[in-house]
C-alpha cells in the first residue's frame, strides 16, 4: 500500500511539472509571437506539432535548454509547438488519471489510508 500511495504522488509531481513546464512554454512561444508576426503562419497548429513530437521524440524539449533545434527557425518553432501539445495531453491524461483515482477512494476508502 506505501508503494502504491507513493506512485500516486510520484505521478501528481509529474504530472503538475508537466503543466507547468507547459504553460511556461506557451508564454514564451507568447513572448516570440510578439516580436514575430509571421510566426503563428509557421507553427502550423495542433495536427503539426503531433506530427513534429512524434517523429523528434525526445528531442522536442531541446528548445526549452538550448533555444535552437538544427540551427532552424521553423524547426525551433515547430519543436516548442511539439513541446507545448505534448506536456498539455501529458498533463490532462494524468489530471484524469488523478481524478479517477481520487474518485476510486471516495467509493471505496479501504484503497488508501485513511483513519476511520
Partial sequence: MIAFAFAIDLLAVLVYTS???????????????????????QLGGPSLWAAEA?????AFSIYLTRGEYRN???RTVRTLGATVFVT???????????????????????????RH
Avoid: E, T
Avoid at 512524434?54 to 525526445?58: D, E, I, L, M, S
Avoid at 498539455?88 to 485513511?114: C, K, N, Q, S
Fill in 19 to 41: 503543466v507547468v513546464i507547459g504553460l511556461a512554454a506557451f508564454f514564451r512561444l507568447l513572448g516570440r509571437a510578439r516580436r514575430d508576426p509571421l510566426l503563428w503562419k
Fill in 72 to 74: 532552424s527557425p521553423d
Fill in 54 to 58: 512524434k517523429n523528434r521524440g525526445a
Fill in 88 to 114: 498539455m495531453w501529458v498533463g490532462v491524461v494524468g489530471l484524469l488519471v488523478l481524478v479517477a483515482l481520487d474518485l476510486l477512494d471516495w467509493w471505496d476508502p479501504r484503497l488508501m489510508f485513511r
